[in-house]
């Protein structure tokens, strides 16, 4: 056995004497003829040994191959190959010494596996097959216990016994387990003592102490420690904390902090209303801290009631029926709170109920009136005189002073004033006549006013108007009765009935009649609310009457009995054998004694061919090409200028001048801007030529006519404006563009010179600026 520091390193030479090797370049007629020897084996061996993380200085020695073919005369090369051969391990080709280049982890790789071998360096020949080694890296407590987390979360019940399980943690040790104890962990709990304690083989962490309560304290911090080296002194250890919380359990009982609640609620409070709130204590949370509040007695149990606030756990006091001041002032309550959720195993911490005494002082507020009930129906006939009674409501004030009382009628409830009421006995009577054909029913609403507070209250009053027979029957519908030419005495040609508005008693009874005696048709009561209209005769002719009105009388059996007499119109038609009506108007005798109905179609034809020439003829014209207003494309006349500006006209453009158009001739060197203010007073007035302008007014003359006489020219946007002042005016231009910027500015004697025409605005002018000098 060869140590770290062993000169040759394997555990032994071994002789093979069963291996025979064959001698290059022999035949086998050759060798057997021939005396074979066997081959000595020259090495084996099976492991080496490294210690890891080597902190010595150099390269670290593994251990030595030798042959014992080599004869050290340096004939003799060591071969390494394997894992980490020439990087990680090398080796001397002569001596066989095997060297670490540098230091190892176990934890990355715990075994290397190699392959040696022994060549001739001269010729090459293998004198030591190859053979395999294992390096094996021995451990060392060079790693530290590792949690799986830093921090672990956990919880356990309230009240727990000792030893009650809460979790387990595991640490982890990269060492070699079965080497020494490197990874042999044992844990112990630095920080929540005495409450906690932990397993040293396991890591389960149990409850130390029993009973502990959450409302003292809810939340633990515990701090575990692994430590390798079995615990032992110089070992690694690693820590991990773990909050522990403690779970609610239904131990806390709820309990009133008074034995006794005072409220109070006024007796207008309505029904369903809170009158407050009590609320017992509980210690525990969420469902453990829920409760239910009922009401055990007391005088005021049928009147009040008690609902638990579900979010606030509080018992909510309610109004179960109307309240009075004046009959009772207060009331007595015991009110009982118990856990919804009681845990039987800590039954023996209760009870888990309490009771406590609430006592509800009513007080007085002013009522408003109350009426006897809480609605009123009424009937009235109609077409009732104005001022007949409907009915009376009554109305009292609750209070001990009694106030009188005040009635009046809602009039956005009886907008038609149909109704009026005695504002101090409450009888309502009519205003007008009431038509029960109109509306069957009236809703109006009547108010009862205190005087002194003028508090109200308000009641529906539905009235009924009561049917009296008024209206008489009528036809049903609207009746198209025809006879026939050809019909025969007694032949049916119409059956009719008829309504009524008025509601009848039992039922509706007609009776129908002829107002008189009829020669042409007659009258039969099927006593059913119809009738059948007959002919009395036959051989009816459109030639001599086209129609007849036929008056039939219908009556009621109502009282007073009402009747009408409604006219029924029968045409006279020309029908088949079959009683098929073909047709009935007297046009179609006309049309078959004039022109047929092939003359017809002609005449239509010869129509709609008319309009279509001169349809065709019209779209021709507008067809046709109009001559250009101005014929020369060099023409400077034609410019068309085109702005945006709003202004007072063509003057305030510089890009054109209607004048070079009315006077071509006319030089205009001093002309000035129209659409500022000029600087002299009065300013340059030019004097018109007298040389007529022939040429112009020839142009304008000619193209006027043209338009005027083109009757294709476009209705639309079409303006064409031509002009010839002449050689110019006498009172030339009275543009207010070209005035003084003030009136004051201005001298108007000027207008007395102009003639008769501006005798009248020299008179206004001048006697103002006399006026003003004055």
Same mark, same amino acid.
């Given at each position: 056995?060869?140590?770290?520091?062993?000169?040759?390193?394997?555990?032994?030479?071994?002789?093979?004497?069963?291996?025979?090797?064959?001698?290059?370049?022999i035949?086998?007629?050759?060798?057997?003829g021939?005396?074979?020897?066997?081959?000595?084996?020259?090495?084996?061996?099976?492991?080496?040994?490294?210690?890891? &993380?080597w902190?010595?200085s150099?390269?670290?020695?593994?251990?030595?191959?030798?042959?014992?073919?080599?004869?050290?005369?340096?004939s003799?090369?060591?071969?390494?190959?394997g894992?980490?051969a020439?990087?990680?391990? +090398?080796?001397?080709?002569? /001596?066989?010494?095997?060297?670490?280049?540098?230091?190892?982890?176990?934890?990355?790789? /715990?075994?290397?596996?190699?392959?040696?071998?022994?060549?001739?360096?001269?010729?090459?020949?293998?004198?030591?097959?190859?053979s395999?080694?294992?390096?094996?890296?021995?451990?060392?407590?060079?790693? !530290?216990?590792?949690?799986?987390?830093?921090?672990?979360?956990?919880?356990?019940?309230? #009240?727990?016994?000792?030893?009650?399980?809460?979790?387990?943690?595991?640490?982890?040790?990269?060492?070699?387990?079965?080497?020494?104890?490197?990874?042999?962990?044992?844990?112990?709990?630095?920080?929540?003592?005495?409450?906690?304690?932990?397993e040293?083989?396991?890591g389960?962490?149990?409850?130390?102490?029993?009973?502990?309560?959450?409302?003292?304290? &809810?939340?633990?911090?515990?701090v575990?420690?692994a430590?390798?080296?079995a615990?032992? #002194?110089?070992g690694?250890s690693?820590?991990?904390?773990?909050n522990?919380?403690l779970?609610?359990?239904?131990?806390?009982p709820p309990?009133?902090?008074?034995?006794?609640?005072?409220?109070?609620?006024? !007796?207008?409070?309505?029904?369903?209303?809170?009158?407050?709130?009590?609320?017992?204590?509980?210690?525990d949370?969420?469902?453990?801290?829920?409760?239910?509040?009922?009401?055990?007695?007391g005088?005021?149990?049928?009147v009040?009631?008690?609902?638990?606030?579900a979010?606030?756990?509080?018992?909510?006091?309610?109004?179960?029926k109307?309240?009075?001041?004046?009959?009772?002032?207060t009331?007595?309550?015991?009110v009982?709170?118990?856990?919804?959720?009681?845990?039987?195993?800590?039954?023996?911490?209760?009870?888990?109920?309490?009771t406590?005494t609430v006592?509800?002082?009513?007080?007085?507020?002013d !009522?408003p009136?109350?009426?006897?009930?809480?609605h009123?129906?009424?009937?009235?006939?109609?077409?009732?005189?104005p001022?007949?009674?409907?009915?009376?409501?009554?109305?009292?004030?609750?209070?001990?002073?009694?106030?009188l009382?005040?009635?009046t009628?809602?009039?956005?409830?009886?907008l038609?004033?149909?109704?009026?009421?005695?504002?101090?006995?409450g009888?309502?009577?009519?205003?007008?006549?009431?038509?029960?054909?109109?509306s069957?029913w009236?809703?109006?609403?009547?108010?009862?006013?205190?005087?002194?507070?003028?508090?109200?209250?308000?009641?529906?009053?539905?009235?009924?108007?009561?049917?009296?027979?008024?209206?008489?029957?009528?036809?049903?519908?609207?009746y198209?009765?025809?006879?026939?030419e050809?019909?025969?005495?007694? &032949?049916?040609?119409?059956?009719?009935?008829?309504?009524?508005?008025?509601?009848?008693?039992?039922a509706h009874?007609?009776?129908?009649?002829?107002?008189?005696?009829?020669?042409?048709?007659?009258?039969?009561?099927?006593?059913?609310?119809t009738a059948?209209?007959l002919?009395?005769?036959?051989g009816f002719?459109?030639?001599?009457?086209?129609?007849?009105?036929?008056?039939?009388?219908?009556?009621?059996n109502?009282?007073?009995?009402?009747?009408?007499?409604?006219?029924?119109?029968?045409?006279?038609?020309?029908?088949?054998?079959?009683?098929?009506?073909?047709?009935?108007?007297?046009e179609?005798l006309?049309?078959?004694?004039?022109?047929?109905?092939?003359?017809?179609?002609?005449?239509?034809?010869?129509?709609?061919?008319?309009? #279509?020439?001169?349809?065709?003829?019209?779209?021709?014209?507008r067809?046709?090409?109009?001559?250009?207003l101005?014929i020369s494309k060099?023409?400077?006349?034609?410019?068309?200028?085109?702005?945006?500006?709003?202004?007072?006209?063509? +003057?305030?453009?510089?890009?054109f001048?209607?004048?070079?158009?009315?006077?071509? !001739?006319?030089?205009?060197?001093?002309? #000035?801007?129209?659409?500022?203010?000029?600087?002299?007073?009065?300013?340059?007035?030019?004097?018109s030529?007298?040389?007529?302008?022939?040429?112009?007014?020839?142009?304008i003359?000619?193209?006027?006519?043209?338009?005027?006489?083109?009757?294709?020219?476009?209705?639309?946007?079409?303006?064409?404006t031509?002009?010839y002042e002449?050689?110019?005016?006498?009172?030339?231009?009275?543009?207010?563009?070209?005035?003084?910027?003030?009136?004051?500015?201005?001298?108007?004697?000027?207008?007395s010179?102009?003639?008769p025409?501006f005798?009248?605005?020299?008179?206004?002018?001048?006697?103002?600026?006399?006026q003003?000098?004055?």
């Amino acid at each position: 056995t060869w140590g770290n520091k062993c000169l040759s390193c394997w555990l032994g030479t071994l002789w093979s004497s069963a291996l025979i090797r064959p001698v290059p370049g022999i035949s086998t007629a050759e060798r057997d003829g021939r005396t074979l020897h066997r081959t000595k084996r020259g090495w084996m061996w099976n492991s080496f040994f490294l210690l890891e &993380e080597w902190t010595g200085s150099g390269k670290q020695y593994v251990g030595k191959l030798h042959s014992d073919m080599d004869t050290e005369d340096g004939s003799v090369k060591y071969v390494l190959t394997g894992d980490g051969a020439g990087t990680i391990f +090398e080796i001397d080709e002569k /001596s066989g010494d095997i060297h670490a280049t540098r230091r190892l982890d176990r934890e990355e790789k /715990s075994s290397y596996t190699l392959s040696a071998k022994a060549i001739n360096k001269t010729s090459g020949q293998v004198l030591e097959r190859a053979s395999d080694f294992i390096i094996k890296i021995h451990d060392i407590n060079d790693n !530290e216990p590792k949690f799986s987390k830093d921090t672990y979360v956990a919880s356990v019940p309230e #009240m727990s016994s000792i030893g009650a399980f809460v979790m387990r943690v595991t640490a982890t040790d990269a060492d070699d387990e079965s080497y020494g104890n490197s990874a042999k962990l044992v844990y112990s709990i630095l920080q929540g003592q005495p409450y906690f304690s932990v397993e040293p083989d396991t890591g389960v962490i149990r409850t130390a102490l029993p009973n502990m309560i959450r409302e003292n304290r &809810e939340h633990y911090q515990v701090v575990i420690q692994a430590k390798d080296m079995a615990g032992q #002194m110089g070992g690694l250890s690693g820590t991990a904390t773990v909050n522990i919380t403690l779970l609610d359990v239904n131990n806390s009982p709820p309990r009133f902090p008074h034995s006794a609640y005072h409220l109070s609620t006024p !007796e207008s409070a309505e029904v369903g209303s809170s009158v407050g709130r009590i609320k017992a204590n509980d210690a525990d949370a969420g469902v453990n801290a829920e409760m239910w509040y009922s009401v055990l007695d007391g005088d005021g149990q049928d009147v009040f009631s008690i609902v638990t606030d579900a979010t606030s756990q509080e018992g909510v006091i309610t109004v179960k029926k109307p309240l009075d001041y004046e009959s009772k002032r207060t009331y007595s309550l015991r009110v009982q709170v118990t856990n919804t959720h009681v845990d039987p195993q800590f039954g023996h911490l209760g009870p888990f109920s309490d009771t406590a005494t609430v006592r509800i002082a009513v007080t007085d507020v002013d !009522e408003p009136p109350v009426f006897g009930r809480s609605h009123y129906i009424f009937e009235v006939d109609e077409n009732a005189p104005p001022g007949s009674s409907v009915g009376t409501v009554s109305a009292r004030d609750p209070d001990a002073t009694n106030h009188l009382v005040k009635y009046t009628i809602d009039r956005h409830t009886d907008l038609e004033r149909l109704f009026n009421i005695n504002s101090n006995n409450g009888t309502i009577s009519t205003l007008q006549a009431l038509d029960r054909e109109t509306s069957k029913w009236h809703n109006i609403s009547v108010l009862a006013t205190e005087i002194s507070t003028s508090l109200q209250t308000r009641v529906p009053v539905f009235i009924k108007v009561q049917d009296v027979n008024d209206n008489a029957p009528e036809f049903a519908m609207y009746y198209e009765t025809f006879v026939c030419e050809n019909a025969k005495a007694g &032949e049916l040609i119409q059956t009719i009935s008829a309504v009524d508005t008025d509601e009848p008693v039992i039922a509706h009874q007609f009776v129908f009649s002829l107002s008189t005696v009829n020669p042409n048709f007659t009258i039969y009561d099927n006593e059913d609310n119809t009738a059948r209209i007959l002919t009395r005769r036959g051989g009816f002719s459109r030639h001599e009457m086209n129609s007849y009105l036929l008056p039939v009388v219908i009556s009621d059996n109502d009282y007073p009995i009402q009747s009408s007499t409604s006219t029924l119109t029968v045409r006279v038609c020309a029908c088949d054998r079959s009683r098929n009506v073909q047709t009935c108007s007297t046009e179609a005798l006309l049309l078959s004694a004039g022109l047929s109905t092939g003359a017809l179609v002609a005449i239509l034809l010869c129509i709609i061919i008319l309009l #279509m020439i001169v349809v065709l003829f019209a779209a021709l014209r507008r067809q046709k090409k109009k001559e250009p207003l101005i014929i020369s494309k060099e023409d400077v006349r034609d410019n068309v200028v085109s702005y945006n500006d709003e202004g007072g006209g063509e +003057e305030d453009t510089q890009a054109f001048d209607i004048g070079t158009l009315r006077n071509p !001739e006319v030089i205009d060197t001093n002309k #000035m801007r129209r659409d500022i203010i000029p600087e002299m007073l009065f300013p340059f007035r030019r004097i018109s030529p007298i040389k007529d302008n022939t040429d112009v007014r020839d142009f304008i003359n000619c193209r006027l006519q043209d338009n005027d006489s083109d009757p294709t020219a476009p209705p639309y946007d079409s303006l064409a404006t031509y002009a010839y002042e002449g050689n110019g005016s006498l009172a030339e231009s009275l543009s207010s563009l070209e005035s003084s910027a003030t009136e004051g500015d201005q001298d108007f004697d000027y207008l007395s010179h102009w003639g008769p025409p501006f005798k009248k605005l020299a008179d206004m002018y001048i006697g103002k600026e006399t006026q003003r000098e004055t």
